[in-house]
């Protein structure tokens, strides 16, 4: 009778439970604490790209406040400073330390404070022990970079199995470090060749390695592994198969090399091609729109942006799409651009007005920025050839200070409109047209209205959008 009851009580509780409908999860994610003596006066989350920032007081204290749709680990950052934090929607946690003596101060409270530990201390073993100085690990020879790299992990492994038999540890955050230690050690043996041929200036083929047997191992690699999707060290690999993939469908197809926008038609069909787990393959095809979007804006990615918005099945990667399509809104073609001021080589102040009438070709570089200066020869071909044209070129320095700028500019003989914008990544005008990463190239119409606010590269195919408009009256 004993029994009977206690199975009707709980066939009771099950159906009672079940009728209920569940309150909806708060997204919101409340990181807050006090770090004293930080060089910046800004302090931000990352994940995929900056989602809150805020400024420290005086004392050091901040808290930012943002939302979040599933648990990951972010970073936070501040300067030089920076720590990775596991969070779920409704975390709230709160962090101290003196950024002088980092590891010895450091104090997380809250929700999964044994998880943002462990992080923190697996960062710190990484440091001291040399696993995250990847070029000195790939400057060793094959035997000596295997023989390192597999006794490191090894012993961070012995960590995180101590870690692992603590009470109430995330099982999910489990599965994110389990992935960690089964891939991070193969994206290391897939980068050598590369970087050893780099440090050592030898020819990369040349480099002694076992690349069939690393090849093997890619290929080896699980396709299907859904819980995985926000583990970088899984996700790479299999991006580096699709990137494979991609190089090969297009050396074997010469109409590729006429095609515009060749190789993200190449990688959709790579993609179409490995990943039959419609989840999977959602998941990479809006990170490769994603990443375009981030850095070119939707003009350059309509196409496959449709085509993605039509065939996907998970709402939240269209959301997330559509947002970031949104963002660009202000400075999609057709716009107008505020008058932003600058100051040229000889320090006298000078307006995007000044040149209006013509259409203005606008680099934003750096001094520091190896790519941007891989593009001044074309640059400067490109003046020549255009010289007798309505046409600016316009080239916008965001170095952090005039000195270093204005060194190159006369050292170089770099002649033209040279203009430099205070406070480098956040001038006016690089916070206008959202630039994370340069160079950035910026086409303007006459009238100062936005043709494309992430054009072509002077080594590109710039010349064909300058003739076009050069001809329309």
Known sequence: MKKLINSSLIILILAFSCSQKSEPQDPTIIVSGKIENLEAENISIFQNGDIASGKLDDEGNFKLVFEGDESLIYTIYSGRTNFGL???????????????????????????????????????????SGLNNQMDLMAKSKDDYFKTKDSLFALSKVKFEEFKMQENINPEFISYEEAYFNYAPLGFDLQYPMYHAYVTKKPQDSIDFPKEEVNAKLAAVPLDQKHLLNTYYYTSLIDTRIRNLSSEIMKSDSSFASSENAYDKARILAMDSLLKDKTVKDHFHYTSIKSNMDYRGPVHVEESYEIFMKENESPKYAEKLKKLKDKWEPISPGKDVPDFTFTNIEGEEVKLSDLRGNLVYIDI?????????????????????????PVEFLTVSIDDTREPWEKMVKAKNMEGLQWFAENAWK????????????????LLDREGKIIDPSADRPSGKIRESLDKYLTEK
């Open 86 to 128: 596991y969070l779920s929607p409704g975390d709230s946690i709160y962090l101290t330390a003196d950024a002088e003596d980092i590891s010895g101060t450091f104090e997380v409270n809250g929700d999964h404070e044994k998880e943002i530990r462990y992080l923190f201390e697996k960062a710190q073993f990484d440091k001291e």
């Open 365 to 389: 570089w750096a001094t520091w920025c190896g790519p941007c200066i891989a593009e001044h020869p074309h640059w400067d071909k490109m003046k020549e050839e255009y010289k007798d044209q």
């Open 427 to 442: 001038s006016d005008l690089t916070q206008h047209f959202m630039v994370n990463a340069i160079p950035r190239f910026l």
